[in-house]
T-cell receptor, first 109, second 115 residues
Framework: GQNIDQPTEMTATEGAIVQINCTYQ??????LFWYQQHAGEAPTFLSY????GLEEKGRFSSFLSRSKGYSYLLLKELQMKDSASYLC??????????FGTGTRLKVLA | EAQVTQNPRYLITVTGKKLTVTCSQN?????MSWYRQDPGLGLRQIYY???????DKGDVPEGYKVSRKEKRNFPLILESPSPNQTSLYFC??????????????FGPGTRLTVL
């Protein structure tokens, strides 16, 4: 079957760095996405990885290792507004998307 | 403004009463998709459409129908809703033929309760 695993919940302090891990097992691989979702709102795109390595976008970075079926999202200089759920999603083919259950991040003052 | 809109945003209905949730995008995107989101289960794909008159099942299509008669619209139809279809529904769109870096744009969501 197809499966994406990520921790259910994480807590970190304002100004700190947090790493959210995602492991996946899918029938194919055409890219991995990270989305941010605030409670009651729509997911918004954060990053996309298709090749191994690190992609950096301001305070957010995402890493991919295809051989290990592993990705992480790194959030630096945490702010209170970063409290949200972070969704890992894989596109195993061209049309479908498989999402993890999401990681709820709480940022404490 | 580029956007995906859904209507209604909130709906409470009863078992067996047919309903339609509309989705419309103004970005001329070929690809559109419907998801449901449930606690502990994450986002699950219901149906997707690659273009007008081309649709296919996602992972949880049972109890749902879709149609794509126009490029901008992709309604989700529940012919006979049941309580297990109580969920938060999202519509999404993205350009087709482009790289996957063209991510999906999500609508604001429709919270459906079936009694």
């Amino acid at each position: 079957g197809q499966n994406i695993d990520q921790p259910t919940e994480m807590t970190a302090t304002e100004g700190a760095i947090v790493q959210i891990n995602c492991t996946y097992q899918t029938s194919g691989f055409n890219g991995l996405f990270w989305y941010q979702q605030h409670a009651g709102e729509a997911p918004t795109f954060l990053s996309y990885n298709v090749l191994d390595g690190l992609e950096e976008k301001g305070r957010f970075s995402s890493f991919l290792s295809r051989s290990k079926g592993y990705s992480y999202l790194l959030l630096k200089e945490l702010q209170m507004k970063d409290s949200a759920s972070y969704l890992c999603a894989v596109c195993p083919g061209t049309y479908k998307y498989i999402f993890g259950t999401g990681t709820r991040l709480k940022v404490l003052a | 403004e580029a956007q995906v809109t859904q209507n209604p945003r909130y709906l409470i209905t009863v078992t067996g009463k047919k309903l339609t949730v509309t989705c419309s995008q103004n970005m001329n995107h070929e690809y559109m998709s419907w998801y449901r989101q449930d606690p502990g289960l994450g986002l699950r794909q219901i149906y997707y459409s690659m273009n007008v008159e081309v649709t296919d099942k996602g992972d949880v299509p049972e109890g749902y129908k879709v149609s794509r008669k126009e490029k901008r619209n992709f309604p989700l139809i529940l012919e006979s809703p049941s309580p297990n279809q109580t969920s938060l529904y999202f519509c999404a769109s993205r350009p087709w033929g482009a790289l996957l870096t063209d991510t999906q744009y999500f609508g604001p969501g429709t919270r459906l309760t079936v009694l």
